[in-house]
T-cell receptor
Framework: GEDVEQSLFLSVREGDSSVINCTYT??????LYWYKQEPGAGLQLLTY?????DMKQDQRLTVLLNKKDKHLSLRIADTQTGDSAIYFC??????????FGGGTRLMVKP | KAGVTQTPRYLIKTRGQQVTLSCSPI?????VSWYQQTPGQGLQFLFE???????NKGNFPGRFSGRQFSNSRSEMNVSTLELGDSALYLC?????????????FGPGTRLTVL
């Protein structure tokens, strides 16, 4: 089966940029997603990128995709304390099935 | 538009019982997917329904089943509950046409099995 991998933890200072990395294995994935989960809540769709794109920017969020290396990253500019959460990357498999990474816990220190 | 709603939000059951969870997708969305989230296994795909038909199924035992109604609302059922079924169950709603549609998640139902 396919595996999506993420580092477990990232700590940054408020105002700095955060970069969360993800590697995936299904080369046929058409879309790749980033979701945010706050404590006790469901998943919030942050952004997604189509596999024929290299980069997508949406306000403070920048997604970079290196399809050759199957590497995806999410950059959050000017990170705020409200950005503290768990971030999941996911790849789109058959139909609408998503395979998720294990999540990266982002801690933002004031 | 209203978001994805799931009921109930919290549920406590005992081993051997069965449980039914409900999900109402965003208006106009025809695809509903279900996921199980546990600390040990993370987020795992259960199944997807589109236009009342199961389109994809994850690697879960037959105790886990689901269905979708003509108004796109979906239910999932877990029979003969085990302690390991304790989890956050999330449903996701999408328009459902082809791959790569945006999927919007509900707040989840937290199931505790005692």
């Amino acid at each position: 089966g396919e595996d999506v991998e993420q580092s477990l933890f990232l700590s940054v200072r408020e105002g700095d940029s955060s970069v969360i990395n993800c590697t995936y294995t299904d080369s046929s994935s058409t879309y790749l997603y980033w979701y945010k989960q706050e404590p006790g809540a469901g998943l919030q769709l942050l952004t997604y990128i189509f596999s024929n794109m290299d980069m997508k920017q949406d306000q403070r969020l920048t997604v970079l995709l290196n399809k050759k290396d199957k590497h995806l990253s999410l950059r959050i500019a000017d990170t705020q304390t409200g950005d503290s959460a768990i971030y999941f990357c996911a790849e789109n498999n058959a139909g609408n099935m998503l395979t998720f990474g294990g999540g990266t816990r982002l801690m933002v220190k004031p | 538009k209203a978001g994805v709603t799931q009921t109930p939000r919290y549920l406590i059951k005992t081993r051997g019982q069965q449980v039914t969870l409900s999900c109402s997708p965003i208006s106009g969305h025809r695809s509903v997917s279900w996921y199980q989230q546990t600390p040990g296994q993370g987020l795992q795909f259960l199944f997807e329904y589109f236009s009342e038909t199961q389109r994809n199924k994850g690697n879960f035992p037959g105790r886990f089943s689901g269905r979708q109604f003509s108004n796109s609302r979906s239910e999932m059922n877990v029979s003969t509950l085990e302690l390991g079924d304790s989890a956050l169950y999330l449903c996701a709603s999408s328009p459902g046409q082809g791959r790569g549609n945006e999927q919007f998640f509900g707040p989840g139902t937290r199931l505790t099995v005692l």
